[in-house]
């Protein structure tokens, strides 16, 4: 028999089988299909042209093409997501690997054939949705019905928050298909909306609601906290008009300015005042209008702007100081809580960030939806610690315990949940394994950037900010900071052991954190390559909604792709109780 076709022989078999497996499974429920270890083959069970009296939703379910990337060994990773008659089905999504494929044109149907020879994949689908989606849908499709899961969601809202609070006009909803824990499926709607409570914190609840029976299945805050308030008391508020900062009027799109070096202080009391002056640390580039002599604290990379008024910082800068090297010199214009100049430190940390993904990678540190490169937006001054909206950083000007969140550590960990949305797209709002893993890459990303910076790290995260000297992550024993509780206890765990469902996903991060540290540490190992495995399993490995040890996986998959030892990896996690005997 000729190789060939003696391998399309086993492909078929294993496909049957995987056939046979779905229809004996139970009528009242989904079936979810992890796709490691499996033959691509298997796809072809959700995409047009297998022909099989058993796939009785198979006209109904479809697999799209999310993205595509291109590595270094020329491997192409094409990510795929699940769509039931057109509408997206929850935690379904997957991962094509297809080595030596260049940067193919082909169709997602030609690259699961092409892949089927010497591909594999990773994630999960869900097979038999027929059985539980096949009623109902003209009722939920139906525009009075949306608009009572609204109003439900509305009024829900102001019951749990005690308030009156304004619903801004973001408000968007999607028909969704919502697997529970029973593995029966639901037409559900996705809702979310901007909206302002009564002391005028704004929020972005999103809400997944039962299309039929409107129960709720689940509910979280995209943003973690956000003010825009005209009447908000800030510590300390910065003297804007003594101080000469003023905020750019233009867009995002940059006025015809120079780029040009501009020197200043950072830091803060904890850590120490920075000089950005070219001896002590670089100095700032930013862009300046020479006609208005006005420097604006953005250049080609980074923008900062104020959240208080949503626009760009700049500063007065008609001539160079011959006392700061001939450069133009802003000093501490914007100091605030013990911060010398939190938006000098916001620059920096976003060109050191930017700078690191370029030397080291030769990538873009975000991308535009096009592949094109998109600038770090960060917003200081928030009416809050941190915060996150879409791509943007939000960072405060601390509490009475912190100085300004805008250490290069912070803002790097920050960061990391950005590059995370648009890579993996692992979730940060819930209490889960994947969120923990978004939490410990955040993490990494910081000690990486420091790293990067200084070609040292102290293994934490927020000492620098602290006004006690207290980290939020301590890399090296996660739970140092439950101070004699048991790990769990609102602290970090240490072991995957440690960990019980529900707990939240800052503190469930220590195991991958932990692990991290470990590897780094390593002989033969350091912390740009044990990020370098970490930043690729992002990429190309992790999905969606992972556990630990599928998360593992993919750190150790990354590591083949590198061509780095894979038992380290595997000794890094097993010290921290994650089992990769299975990877």
């Known amino acids: 028999m000729d190789i060939n076709n003696k391998k399309f022989v086993v492909s078929s078999a294993l496909l049957l089988s995987a056939l046979n497996l779905f229809n004996s499974q139970p009528v009242f429920a989904a079936f979810a299909m992890k796709l490691a270890h499996r033959p691509v083959a298997i796809l072809q069970v959700f995409t047009p042209g297998l022909s099989s009296a058993q796939q009785a939703d198979k006209k109904l379910i479809e697999l799209k093409e999310s993205s595509r990337d291109l590595d270094f060994n020329q491997t192409l990773h094409v990510r795929i997501e699940e769509k039931y008659n057109g509408y997206p089905v929850m935690g379904a999504n997957g991962i094509i690997h297809i080595p030596h494929a260049g940067k193919s044109k082909q169709t997602l149907n030609e690259i699961i054939a092409a892949a089927d020879k010497n591909g594999s994949i990773n994630g999960m689908l869900y097979q038999n949705l027929d059985t539980d989606l096949a009623d109902g849908l003209s009722k939920v499709r139906s525009g009075e019905q949306q608009k ?45 909306f901007l909206l302002e409570s009564a002391n005028k914190l704004l929020a972005r609840p999103v809400y997944i609601v039962d299309a039929m029976t409107l129960t709720n299945y689940a509910q979280w805050d995209s943003n973690i906290a956000m003010m825009r308030s005209d009447n908000v008391d800030r510590i300390s508020k910065p003297d804007f008009a003594n101080n000469k900062i003023s905020f750019s009027q233009q867009s995002n799109n940059e006025p015809a300015v120079e780029e040009v070096k501009v020197g200043g202080y950072g830091g803060n009391k904890r850590s120490g005042k920075i000089i950005y002056d070219g001896f002590y640390y670089p100095q700032l580039t930013m862009l300046r209008d020479a006609s208005s002599g006005t420097c604006y604290l953005s250049n080609s990379t980074v923008i900062v702007k104020d959240d208080y008024t949503r626009k760009r910082v700049e500063t007065s800068c008609p001539k160079s100081d011959p006392y700061h090297p001939n450069i133009y010199w802003n000093g501490s214009f914007d100091a605030v809580n013990g911060g010398y100049s939190p938006a000098n430190d916001a620059l920096y940390a976003g060109t050191v960030i930017t700078q690191m993904f370029q030397k080291w990678y030769g990538i873009s540190a975000l991308q535009e939806p096009d592949g094109q490169p998109m600038k770090v937006m960060i917003y200081v001054h928030a009416n809050t610690d941190y915060d996150l909206d879409e791509s943007l950083l939000l960072v405060g000007d601390g509490n009475g315990s912190s100085h300004p969140f805008t250490s290069l550590p912070v803002i790097a960990f920050l960061f990391g949940f950005d590059y995370t949305s648009q890579h993996s797209n692992l979730p940060f709002y819930d209490r889960s394994e994947s969120a923990a893993i978004a939490f410990a890459f955040s993490a990494m990303t910081a000690q990486a950037v420091n790293y990067f910076a200084y070609h040292k790290t102290d293994w934490q995260v927020g000492a620098e900010i602290s006004k006690d000297g207290k980290a939020m992550h301590y890399l090296d024993q996660p739970s140092k900071d439950c101070n004699g509780k048991n790990p769990g206890q609102y602290c970090h765990i240490d072991s995957a052991n440690q960990y019980y469902k529900y707990l939240w996903q800052g503190y469930a991060c220590g195991p991958y954190e932990h692990a991290f540290y470990l590897l780094a540490t390593i002989p033969g190992w350091n912390i740009k390559k044990a990020y370098d495995v970490m930043l690729k399993a992002n990429q190309h490995y992790w999905v969606r909604d992972i556990n630990f040890t599928d998360g593992a996986c993919g750190v150790i998959n990354a590591a083949k792709d590198y061509g780095y030892d894979t038992a380290a990896v595997s000794k890094a996690f097993d010290a921290v109780d994650i089992d990769t005997s299975d990877c």
Do not use: C, P, T
Request: proline fraction near 0%; aromatic fraction near 12%.
């Open 148 to 192: 009572k899961a609204v109003e439900k969601i509305r009024i829900e809202w102001r019951a749990q928050n005690n308030s009156h609070g304004l619903f801004l006009d973001e408000e968007s909803k999607e028909m969704v298909i919502y697997v529970d824990k029973a593995q029966k499926a639901h037409w559900a709607y996705k809702i979310n």
